[in-house]
């Protein structure tokens, strides 16, 4: 027997329309099912696509439904409205939270991801996923449900995680083959390890220095990479504590000067959803990430002060 050559939508795709054509808007339903405004939308088109024809007209004003959309309603409901009478979809596992969180590669390793368990021990009715994204080529919105960002000062609704700093930082073999260095300016003629991510010239400016950024040697547009190329004794790098902080306890790293100075960019939060899980993982990611950043930068001016005094 031939069967029909049927299109199946995805039931969060019928959950989305459904939702934004009884309240009218992407927001209101991003707060009711917990996901993002940009989920919404994106879970609509892909919907309108499946079926060719658009189901919402957008206007400045709310969402109105189109002729196909307004049929298409009607039959939606019915079936969402079967679906959730069946008993088994009303079993206590179906009660699980899912949080879908993106984050630059770096900071979910050396942040997110050690402190995780903080979090889910306090909150097992929530199951998490983690998702990296990837700095300077990543930029369009994601259907993530809490989403981390390293941005400058915008959008201004995207709220830094921690107030984070950049101090000059090498592996003790080169160290040892740089050796004096007293001064900033002992770095004249040291390998410089490059990032767009991380520049230099801001350090160099707090340092008293009018040099240009570093113009040669690879360029690393990572920086877990440029961690990683540091400890590996490749050259000098200008890193964060709070990412750096496993190399710096164990030793592979040590920090170089005292100075530390404020970074271009920050770890931002962008907006989420007011209701579910999405505001106590804010909640607790803003704590996490503060009590990081101000332990590891003690815990590296502390090694400065050995190094000194030793």
């Not at 990412?243 to 710096?248: D, G, M, N, Q």
């Not at 607790?284 to 000194?308: F, H």
């Amino acid at each position: 027997m031939n069967l029909p050559d049927l299109r199946y939508p995805s039931i969060d795709g019928l959950r989305a329309f459904e939702c934004a054509a009884r309240l009218g808007s992407f927001e209101r339903a991003a707060d009711e099912l917990h996901v993002t405004a940009s989920a919404i939308g994106k879970r609509i088109a892909t919907l309108e696509e499946l079926l060719g024809t658009p189901l919402l007209a957008r206007s400045a004003r709310a969402l109105v439904l189109t002729p196909a959309g307004k049929e298409y309603l009607a039959q939606v409901a019915t079936a969402l409205g079967l679906l959730a009478a069946v008993p088994l979809h009303q079993r206590a596992a179906q009660q699980v939270r899912r949080l879908r969180i993106t984050a630059p590669p770096t900071f979910a390793r050396q942040v997110l991801v050690p402190h995780l368990q903080q979090f889910t021990e306090a909150h097992p009715q929530v199951e998490l996923e983690i998702v990296l994204s990837i700095p300077f080529l990543d930029v369009a919105g994601s259907e993530a449900d809490i989403e981390v960002r390293h941005l400058d000062d915008t959008p201004a609704d995207a709220a830094p995680l921690m107030q984070d700093v950049v101090m000059a930082m090498a592996a003790p073999a080169l160290i040892a083959r740089l050796a004096p260095l007293r001064t900033p300016a002992d770095l004249a003629e040291a390998p410089l390890l490059r990032t767009p991510i991380e520049p230099w010239t801001p350090w160099f400016r707090a340092a008293g220095l009018d040099w240009g950024e570093p113009i040669h040697g690879t360029k690393l547009v990572d920086l877990g990479l440029t961690l990683e190329a540091a400890v590996s004794g490749q050259g000098v790098v200008l890193a964060r504590p709070s990412l750096a902080r496993p190399w710096l306890a164990s030793g592979a790293l040590r920090p170089l000067f005292a100075l530390a100075t404020t970074p271009t960019r920050q770890y931002r939060l962008l907006p989420h959803a007011a209701e579910g899980a999405a505001p106590a993982f804010a909640q607790w990611l803003r704590e996490t990430c503060g009590a990081v950043a101000s332990e590891a930068l003690a815990e590296a001016r502390a090694l400065v002060a050995a190094q000194v005094s030793g």
